[in-house]
């Protein structure tokens, strides 16, 4: 319990202090995590979409397949941009490796399978309502996808936010491809990892607990801006 409550002054310390090194970090933090989360959004969504409305032969192996990507091992995932991004790799020309790019393109791969499934999931319920609808209407399947999208875009942004969660706490494949190096690509999980393995457990907590003052500021500020919770919708 002394941790905790060390960690909690520390974390009060550098909020009150406005620690030049934190609000570093946490932009850092913010700004590859939402790119990442706008991005995987942009493929994730229509892509759960269109899983929803369009049938193929291969549709269900697809749909399973999506399934287990939501699993991915982040570090594995850190190791495969790593390879595609390292100066023997396929993009070794832009170097990108060991730059917040880097991080972004990581956790875009580990974000947009799981969008895109939970997405398909709440698409899936409401193109069963919409599908007679529809049809009768003679619409094209851009016109379908988009529909959907539009009636579901309460839902959708529940898959974004649960994408912004599991990114804004990522550490793995952040450290592989971004390389936590100071004033460059460290964010907040890589430099709690750092100052926990320096036995700075009161900073480290300090740390941790303005990641998730963070990542709830971030949700309850886009819930209410987007007014997802009126008295009428309870």
């Known amino acids: 319990m002394t941790e ?24 850092r933090s913010l700004h590859v995590t939402l790119t990442a989360t706008v991005i995987a959004s942009a ?3 229509p892509l759960g979409g269109w899983l929803a409305v369009y049938r193929f032969r291969a549709r269900r192996s697809v749909i399973a397949l999506l399934n287990a990507l939501m699993g991915l091992p982040p570090v594995v995932v850190g190791l495969i ?6 100066r023997s790799g396929p993009f070794g020309v832009f ?3 060991f730059t917040p790019t880097a ?10 399978p799981l969008i895109a499934s939970i997405a398909h999931q709440a698409l899936r319920e409401l193109w069963a309502e919409y599908h007679d609808l529809l049809i009768s209407l003679n619409t094209s399947r851009r ?4 529909t959907l999208l539009w009636d579901a875009r309460r839902a959708l942004l529940t898959a974004s936010l649960a994408g912004f969660g599991r990114g804004i706490g990522e550490v793995g494949a952040i450290m592989i491809v971004g390389g936590n190096i ?14 926990t393995g320096k036995g700075n457990f ?8 303005v990641l998730i003052a963070i990542a709830v500021g971030v949700n309850l500020s886009i819930h209410y801006a987007s007014k997802t919770e009126v008295s009428s919708r309870w």
């Open 4 to 27: 905790i409550w060390d960690g909690l002054r520390q974390a009060a310390l550098l909020i009150v202090t406005l620690d030049p090194d934190l609000l570093q970090i946490s932009a």
């Open 202 to 209: 009161a900073l480290a907590l300090g740390l941790g607990f």
């Open 81 to 86: 941009v790593y390879l595609m991004l390292s």
């Open 103 to 112: 991080m972004i393109i990581a956790q875009v791969v580990i974000l947009t």
């Open 43 to 45: 493929i994730g969504l």
């Open 143 to 146: 016109q379908r996808i988009r």
């Open 95 to 97: 170097g990108l490796l």
């Open 182 to 195: 100071d004033q460059a690509t460290r964010v907040l999980t890589t430099a709690i990892a750092l100052e």
